[in-house]
């Protein structure tokens, strides 16, 4: 690390880095702000812009302020009007050392994270604080660099978040990223020795965490009034060796925005890098939302980006179960038409086998010329024939009529008509006058003509 240098940092009254409490905004009950001047209703909030210099107004006693800062030296600034307070540094009460509007100063202090919290223990009749400085040291090559809310190779962003114009003329970006998301988290990986993020508090926020290298932290959004490029955290004295993510967490069911942060990084590590600028309106889609995509982080607990996605689940089931239902459909498929075909080859075989003269007779009949007929002019049908003997819509033939005089064969169907009259004089016998089975020994074919006289031979 090179040689270090002294760089001042304020704390404003109206900065979320400054804890009241109480927190109503009533001087008689608990803390209450204070502005010169006040303008009309402002942003989406609804609530006054404060103009002007401000400060915390108290009348109670047991009334707290307190915050954290990284530095070598502290001087806090106010106004006691004769009241009474006392100072705690690392949780140990010191001096307050108090003179014209200095409320306390600490020098010689060891460069590191501090804790101060001073608390009122008379009002006389009240008690107001201005604002804080402290000096942070850091190497003396480093640069600050600008992060702003629409540069998404800085920025990531998980569940709800909508950049917005910002409506506030004194706002340090020309946008502000919204959330009303509980948990939503925007997270802010650097390389630096400090870090700065600013955003606008108003009526409708509430509480939001900071998380830094796995350090939460609380604070809370919520404002009277509308305080745009409120500073929502500071941390110095970090490594500039190594990377750091700063995460922002919406821990209310209320609004939470930020603008932008600024880190400080070596000149080296800053030449390589793209200082984002302010975002152009175009870079906001119609709908109010980001049009890039943003990385999600891997753990809710830290902001790191997820460099290496798990695939996506849901694609490769609905693939595997796609080609399942395909293979399935195509068995199917082939099953039915192979069994269709199994019926073609086995029906003419069958209708052969059961009537074995009618194929012949009608061969014949579609190949000669003239077609066979009934004196009547009807085409002689081959199962006509067939059936003739059994139809119902003539009579049976006597035994020595021959039912065929009535039809006129051509010479070329001499053959079919002797098969006609052969099956009409000898038609085969039915099926229950089959013979006994040949297998049956006499006793068996004793007691199976008993039951089945019909049968006996």
Known sequence: MSVSDTSRVTFQDTDAVVSYAPIIEDPLTGWHTVYEQTTASIGPGGALEGVGTSFHETRVEGATLSFQFYGTSLTLFGAANGSMYTVELDNQPVAPNERDSVLATFDQLISGT??????????????????????????SDL?????????????????????????????????????????ATAWLTFRGSAVWLYGVRVSDHGAYQIVLDDKTTDFNGKSNYTIPSSLLFFQGGLDTRTSHTLTLRNAADAYLDFEVAYYTTSTEASSSEQSSSPVPMTALSTDGRMETATPQPTDEGNGATNDNPSPNVGAIVGGVLGGIISLLLLIVVYLYFSNRRSLRRVEPTLWMDRYPFALDAALSSRNSTPEPSFRDGSILQPSRALYFPHSESLPPPSPTQSFTTDIQFPPELQHTRQLVVEATRNPPPPAWRRPLPSHLGSSARDSYSTWHPDRAD
């Open 143 to 183: 640069t600050k660099v600008s992060a702003y809310n629409s540069d998404t190779s800085l920025w990531g962003f998980n569940r709800e978040w909508k950049p917005q114009v910002n409506h506030y003329p004194s706002g340090l970006n020309q946008s502000v990223m919204v959330t009303r998301t509980v948990n």
């Open 114 to 139: 501090h804790n101060v919290k001073l608390t009122v223990t008379r009002p006389n009749p009240t008690f107001r604080f201005y604002n804080a400085t402290f000096d942070s040291t850091s190497p």
